[in-house]
């Protein structure tokens, strides 16, 4: 099983730009997040999907958008990128979504410079 | 007040030694607890869960006290291999999601440990 992969590792856009975060999980996990970290921040959600078909704002949702194509994949888009939007980026999954025991599973992230 | 506050460290130890990592959390509904460990440019990844009960897995001991809404890591026998940031997290019920939960990571605290 490779896990929560993630694509690209490395990006760098221009401001203003557009680009789409891939992210897919072969555990056959119900959840999934998207994260954001930056230094002196720590982790940080920005959208998740609880389970197929639905997804919900997080704690920093503004100037992204999310599409869970299927219960594999689920993509982060940023229409109009912005220098506050570099970053290093993190999806994960986790099994059960009305679980209290949830541990998640990261991908190895997608470090994003908006020049 | 941040909703999990960790030691800012860094930690800087020599093999062998005992390191505690500290937490708080502030809201009283969290309903389970975790240390992740992140190593340098990588993607956080489970440690352990924290019982009630407090538990140990080998070197590392968790404990909780909820009535004071804390969060504690020993880590024994201190190993090079242990240099990492340890994030304390929490988990919470989301407002929205249909009994979904979310993750809250503290800002971490790096360990360093030196020969």
């Known amino acids: 099983n490779a896990g929560v992969t993630q694509t690209p590792k490395f990006q760098v856009l221009k401001t203003g730009q557009s680009m789409t975060l891939q992210c897919a999980q072969d555990m056959n996990h119900n959840s999934m997040y998207w994260y954001r970290q930056d230094p002196g921040m720590g982790l940080r959600l920005i959208y998740y999907s609880a389970s197929e078909g639905t997804t919900d704002k997080g704690e920093v949702p503004n100037g992204y958008n999310v599409s869970r194509l299927n219960k594999r994949e689920f993509s982060l888009r940023l229409e109009s990128a912005a220098p506050s939007q570099t970053s290093v980026y993190f999806c994960?999954?986790?099994?059960?979504?009305?679980?209290?025991?949830?541990?998640?599973?990261f991908g190895p992230g997608t470090r994003l410079t908006v020049l | 007040r941040k909703e999990v506050e960790q030691d800012p460290g860094p930690f800087n130890v020599p093999e062998g030694a005992t390191v505690a990592f500290n937490c708080t959390y502030s809201?009283?509904?969290?309903?389970?607890f975790f240390w992740y460990r992140q190593d340098c440019r990588k993607e956080p990844k489970l440690l352990m869960s924290v019982y009630s009960s407090g538990n140990e897995d080998g070197r590392f001991t968790a404990q909780l006290n909820r009535a004071s809404q804390y969060i504690s890591l020993l880590i024994r026998d201190s190993k090079l291999s242990d240099s990492a940031t340890y994030l304390c997290?929490?988990?919470?019920?989301?407002?929205?999601?249909?009994?979904?939960?979310?993750?809250?990571f503290g800002k971490g605290t790096k360990l360093s440990v030196i020969p």
């Open positions: 809201n009283s509904a969290s309903q389970s």
């Open positions: 997290v929490v988990n919470i019920r989301a407002d929205s999601g249909a009994g979904s939960y979310q993750l809250t």
């Open positions: 994960a999954s986790s099994q059960i979504p009305g679980s209290s025991y949830n541990e998640q599973f």
